[in-house]
Each structure stands twice: as C-alpha cells, then as structure tokens.
C-alpha cells in the first residue's frame, strides 16, 4: 500500500492561495482600495492606520513605541 495521491488536492490549495496573494498585493499597491479597508471604520479606522505607519517607521529606525518606555519605567 502507498501513500494517497494528494497531487489534485494541492493544485486546488495553491491556485486559491497564490489568488488570495495576488487580490492581497494588489490591494497593498492600490492606496484607495487600502484606505476603503481602514476608513469605514471613521475615525478609529484613521487612527489605527496612523499606528501600524507610525510602528512601521519607528521599526525601521531602530526605536521603541512609548509601550516600550512604559514598561522599562515600570520596572525599576
């Protein structure tokens, strides 16, 4: 006895995959349709949008969000 051919069941998975990837990147390339996801969320929307650029840019400058210092602070 060998094992099942799961071939088929694959070529299904990855093409639902690789289609959800490209709607996604598409999505990241298009600020309107990115704005469309966070703005009917109104204001909370905006600011949460504000926090993930912000946390990105700080990330990639090497610094810590204010939770960081907060933390430290409160260890002492």
């Given amino acids: 006895m ?8 694959q ?3 990855l ?19 990115m704005m469309k ?3 009917p969320l109104g204001g909370q929307g905006m ?3 504000q ?8 990330a990639a400058s090497g610094g810590s969000d204010d939770s960081d210092k907060e933390r430290d602070k409160n260890s002492d």
């Fill in 2 to 9: 060998g094992l099942p051919d799961v071939e088929p069941m």
């Fill in 11 to 13: 070529q299904k998975i």
């Fill in 15 to 33: 093409a639902k995959v690789q289609e959800k990837m490209e709607n996604s990147i598409e999505e990241m390339t298009n600020p309107e349709l």
């Fill in 37 to 39: 996801r966070f703005l």
């Fill in 47 to 49: 600011e949460q949008f």
């Fill in 51 to 58: 926090k993930l650029v912000s946390g990105f840019a700080k």
